[in-house]
C-alpha cells in the first residue's frame, strides 16, 4: 500500500514505516502529524486518484528530527568580464517517518441545507449594441517599367 502525498508544497510517494527528508516542518520532535491532502491511494491493486484529493484518506507521520541539509555550492561567473560570485546554501528539513495510511478516515458529513423560497423572476429588457466592424484592404502599389 502506497500514497502520494503534498507534503510542504511537494508531492512525495510514501509508504508505511517509511523515512524521508522534507522542507522544515512547523511542528515539535517526537510530535504526530496528519497531512489531509492525499492525491492518490494504492491498496492491494486498487487505485484511488481524487479529484484533486482523495476525501477521506489522511496520512500520519512521525517528526524525528529537525536538520539542515548538505551544502550546495552556487558559483556564477562570466568569462573574460571578471565576474566570479560564491554563495552556498543548506535547506533547513524535517525528518519524518510515516506510521500510518488512512484510506477510509472520518469523514464529516455535510449539514442539511436550508429550504429557501423559491425567487419569482422577474423579465428584463436586454439591449445589445451591435458594432460595425470595417474590413479595410491595403492598397496594392505596382511599379510600372520605365
Not at 508531492?11 to 510530535?31: I, N, P, T, W, Y
Amino acid at each position: 500500500m502506497y500514497a502520494i502525498v503534498e507534503i510542504a508544497g511537494q508531492q512525495f510517494k510514501v509508504e508505511k514505516s517509511q523515512q524521508l527528508f522534507v522542507h522544515r516542518l512547523e511542528s515539535k520532535e517526537g510530535a504526530k502529524v496528519t497531512f489531509d491532502n492525499v492525491l492518490l491511494i494504492e491498496n492491494k491493486g486498487k487505485v484511488k486518484v481524487g479529484a484533486p484529493k482523495v476525501n477521506g484518506a489522511k496520512v500520519t507521520a512521525k517528526v524525528l528530527e529537525h536538520l539542515k541539509g548538505d551544502k550546495v555550492i552556487v558559483f556564477k561567473k562570466k568569462r573574460r568580464k571578471g565576474y566570479r560570485t560564491k554563495n552556498g546554501h543548506r535547506q533547513y528539513l524535517s525528518k519524518i517517518e510515516i506510521q500510518k495510511i488512512d484510506e477510509k478516515s472520518a469523514v464529516k458529513k455535510a449539514a442539511p441545507k436550508k429550504e429557501t423560497k423559491p425567487k419569482v423572476a422577474t423579465k428584463t429588457k436586454t439591449t445589445a449594441k451591435k458594432t460595425a466592424t470595417k474590413k479595410t484592404t491595403a492598397k496594392k502599389t505596382t511599379k510600372k517599367a520605365e
